[in-house]
């Protein structure tokens, strides 16, 4: 299996970025800087034609989706056990995590930061204040699934979806009201930031904020 991951820092490959590393496998990451618009040469647009970051080969076809890439790592890999199999007890709430966070969570933090570049620069601030409530929403519904004292997203156990929501909490540093303002989300947060592999992948990214 070979894998060849196309990465900006702290962009959307930062969960799969992680979750690499998590796994302890051998992977190439190759730099396409969001700064440098490199998403959007023709180069990069043959290995994700939307011209969004991530990328990722899996020996040698290119695919896109970091929610996607994480569900395959995970399949690809079970031994880690970073997801239920199918037909396990915690199947259904996977799958059902992984959608809320890749069809509701991110498109909302893809509005607030991108909408006076996707949209009309004019209705962005409207645009930017639905994605607020949105965002906040899901924060809130996220702490009431923590309020159970479960260690992670899922119940016990690390699994794909902690490295999205993680990297979606990080997104949140600079708004009004970060993820870290949630009573429950705040020890999950420090749980998440404190694993060497999440350390490990900020020192490769050369990131340095939100860290415990
Ligand atoms: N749904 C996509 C979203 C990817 C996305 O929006 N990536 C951003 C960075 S976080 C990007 O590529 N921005 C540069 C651009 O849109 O030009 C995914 O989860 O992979």
Same mark, same amino acid.
């Given at each position: 299996?070979?894998? +060849?991951?196309?990465?900006?820092?702290?962009?959307?490959?930062?969960?799969?970025?992680? @979750?690499?590393?998590?796994?302890?496998?051998?992977? %190439?990451? =190759?730099?396409?800087?969001?700064?440098?618009?490199?998403?959007?040469?023709? %180069?990069?647009?043959?290995?994700?034609?939307?011209?969004?970051?991530? *990328?990722? +080969?899996?020996?040698?076809?290119?695919?896109? &989706?970091?929610? *996607?890439?994480?569900? $395959? $790592?995970? &399949?690809?890999?079970?031994? =880690?056990? #970073?997801?239920?199999?199918?037909?396990?007890?915690?199947?259904?709430?996977?799958? &059902?995590? @992984?959608?809320?966070?890749a069809n509701t969570l991110l498109p909302a933090m893809r509005d607030w930061f991108y909408a006076d570049t996707d949209g009309d620069p004019a209705g962005a601030e409207a645009v930017k204040a639905l994605a607020r409530r949105r965002i906040e929403a899901a924060w809130d519904r996220l702490d009431a699934h923590m309020a159970d004292g !479960?260690?992670?997203?899922?119940?016990?156990? $690390?699994? *794909?979806?902690? #490295?999205?929501?993680? @990297?979606?909490?990080?997104?949140? !540093?600079?708004?009004? !009201?970060?993820?870290?303002?949630?009573?429950?989300?705040?020890?999950?947060?420090?749980?998440?930031?404190? !694993?060497?592999?999440?350390?490990?992948?900020?020192?490769?990214?050369?990131?340095?904020?939100?860290?415990?």
């Open positions: 299996m070979t894998y +060849t991951l196309y990465y900006s820092p702290g962009a959307a490959s930062l969960a799969v970025h992680w @979750m690499l590393i998590e796994l302890g496998i051998p992977f %190439e990451a =190759k730099l396409v800087s969001i700064d440098a618009g490199a998403q959007k040469s023709p %180069e990069y647009l043959r290995l994700n034609p939307t011209g969004r970051i991530p *990328a990722m +080969t899996i020996d040698g076809k290119p695919h896109g &989706e970091s929610a *996607a890439l994480l569900m $395959l $790592l995970a &399949e690809r890999h079970p031994e =880690k056990g #970073f997801a239920p199999s199918p037909g396990s007890a915690g199947r259904a709430d996977y799958i &059902e995590m @992984m959608i809320f966070l !479960r260690t992670h997203l899922l119940g016990q156990e $690390l699994g *794909a979806a902690d #490295f999205l929501a993680t @990297m979606l909490m990080r997104w949140s !540093r600079n708004m009004p !009201r970060p993820a870290t303002a949630w009573k429950n989300l705040t020890p999950y947060i420090h749980r998440m930031r404190a !694993r060497p592999a999440f350390i490990e992948v900020n020192a490769r990214e050369g990131l340095s904020d939100w860290q415990n």
